[in-house]
């Protein structure tokens, strides 16, 4: 089945360090990928997505690159701010002819930004 | 705000018992979801629903039920309760379509339902 394997955290960045977070994915099909970012008490939010191979994904200074000779979609950010604090989670979606259209997520990697 | 409201947002309860967590998508998605978010299975897909109809199922268990309604809103029943299902419980909306094609199914949630068994 479709799995996504994420770095595990926490990562713990000062600010204004480059941050990568590390996402690789097995799927049948073409999948669509994204990056959801979760702050604390919050729901998730959808941080970028690409949809076919080389498309990148970019939001808030956030830039993540399908790669599909690698089946990668690492998440970057030149700038890390105290703010970015939060879990992020890859997730990708194949679209199935049964009309399942539900992302499956990676276990989600904690960011701690140090003043 | 997401636009995808989930109430309640947090619930109490004991083993044994029965709790519905209920869903309003975002205005004109047609699909909703379910899932499961616990520290030791991290983000569980539950269940998917279309326009009314189920489309898929993930992880969920026999004790636990769903449907989404015609006004489009969606509850997620939890039965006979124990322990290990305290959790937060998001509700997920999406336009959704009825075939292959191209562009990302983008999933928009809400901020959750959180159940205490105790």
């Known amino acids: 089945g479709d799995s996504v394997t994420q770095m595990e955290g926490p990562v713990t960045l000062s600010e204004e360090a480059f941050l990568t977070i590390n996402c690789t994915y097995t799927a049948t099909g073409y999948p669509s990928l994204f990056w959801y970012v979760q702050y604390p008490g919050e729901g998730l939010q959808l941080l970028l997505k690409a949809t076919k191979a080389d498309d990148k994904g970019s939001n808030k200074g956030f830039e993540a690159t399908y790669r599909k000779e690698t089946t990668s979609f690492h998440l970057e950010k030149g700038s890390v701010q105290v703010s970015d604090s939060a879990v992020y989670f890859c997730?990708?979606?194949?679209?199935?002819?049964?009309?399942?259209?539900?992302?499956?997520f990676g276990s989600g990697t904690r960011l701690q930004v140090q003043p | 705000d997401s636009g995808v409201t989930q109430t309640p947002k947090h619930l109490i309860t004991a083993t044994g018992q029965r709790v519905t967590l209920r869903c309003s998508p975002r205005s004109g998605d047609l699909s909703v979801y379910w899932y499961q978010q616990s520290l030791d299975q991290g983000l569980q897909f539950l269940i998917q629903?279309?326009?009314?109809?189920?489309?898929a199922k993930g992880n969920i268990l026999e004790r636990f039920s769903a449907q989404q309604f015609p006004d489009l809103h969606s509850e997620l029943n939890l039965s006979s309760l124990e322990l290990g299902d305290s959790a937060l419980y998001f509700c997920?909306?999406?336009?959704?379509?009825?075939?292959?094609?191209?562009?990302?199914?983008?999933?928009?949630f809400g901020a959750g339902s959180r159940l205490t068994v105790l």
């Open positions: 997920a909306s999406s336009v959704g379509s009825s075939g292959r094609g191209p562009g990302a199914n983008v999933l928009t």
């Open positions: 997730a990708l979606s194949v679209a199935e002819d049964t009309g399942r259209r539900a992302l499956t």
């Open positions: 629903y279309y326009n009314g109809e189920e489309r």
